[in-house]
């Protein structure tokens, strides 16, 4: 069981636009920034978004949002090279630990 | 530019430790700290623990308290992750990742290390 919840799949089609949401609590989310990681095939984590700021080499159709103790990741014109499973992760000041959300795998139809 | 390299797969027996290496370069090592972040087969990320390179600081998950330990040699700009006691259930890509404070949140990840425990 993930401290943080994320939708286990979402789909579309290219150039369509995709939302991930990552839903946590006022001890994590509602505290800290959120980080979106993406990992393709099971290769080592990328990271996309550190909170609303994009992270360095990814296209800007990536953004990243907040409110309250949701962080939501949106994709704004799917790409067949976005097939991929992404990860929210933030830090959580009553575990005094690290937490991730247990991905959502995002299919180019 | 930033890179975290990561030393290469390993295979143990079911009681042993293992130290997995990570490498810093590009950047001045003391000024970030270093996690650690592992991932079963076919499940999702799972955090370990932190480690201040200026100071040797640490702070490591509940989970992991008592059989890991994270250390760094700065004059090689190098983090170790060592964890002892090892089961089949630690059977896991093993990544290394850098933390940014001014954004709070991870940056630049290693390559990752698979861990094989197997009798």
């Known amino acids: 069981q993930s401290a943080l919840t994320q939708e286990a799949s979402v789909s579309g089609t290219v150039g369509q636009k995709v939302t991930l949401s990552c839903t946590g609590n006022?001890?994590?989310?509602?505290?800290?920034?959120v980080g979106w990681y993406q990992q393709i095939s099971h290769g080592a984590p990328k990271t996309v978004m550190l909170?609303?700021f994009l992270a360095s080499g990814i296209p800007d159709r990536f953004s990243g949002s907040k409110s309250g103790t949701t962080a939501s990741l949106t994709i704004s014109g799917l790409q067949p090279e976005d097939e991929a499973d992404y990860y929210c992760?933030?830090?959580?000041?009553?575990?005094?630990?690290?937490?991730f959300g247990g991905g959502t795998k995002v299919t180019v139809l | 530019q930033v890179q975290l390299v990561q030393s290469g797969a390993e295979v143990r027996k079911p009681g042993a430790s293992v130290t997995v290496s990570c490498k810093a370069s590009?950047?001045?090592?003391?000024?970030?700290?270093i996690n650690w972040v592992r991932q079963a087969t076919g499940q999702g990320l799972e955090w370990m623990g932190w480690?201040?390179?200026?100071?040797?600081?640490?702070g490591y998950a509940r989970n992991f308290q008592g059989r890991l330990s994270i250390t760094r040699n700065t004059s090689t700009n190098t983090a170790h992750m060592e964890l002892s006691s090892l089961s089949s259930e630690d059977t896991a890509a093993y990544y290394c990742?850098?933390?940014?404070?001014?954004?709070?949140?991870?940056?630049?990840w290693g390559q990752g290390t698979m861990v094989t425990v197997s009798s």
């Open positions: 590009g950047y001045t090592f003391t000024n970030y700290d």
């Open positions: 909170g609303s």
């Open positions: 480690m201040n390179p200026q100071n040797g600081k640490t």
């Open positions: 992760s933030t830090w959580d000041h009553s575990l005094s630990a690290w937490v």
């Open positions: 990742v850098r933390y940014l404070a001014v954004r709070d949140a991870f940056d630049v």
């Open positions: 006022n001890n994590n989310i509602g505290s800290y920034a």
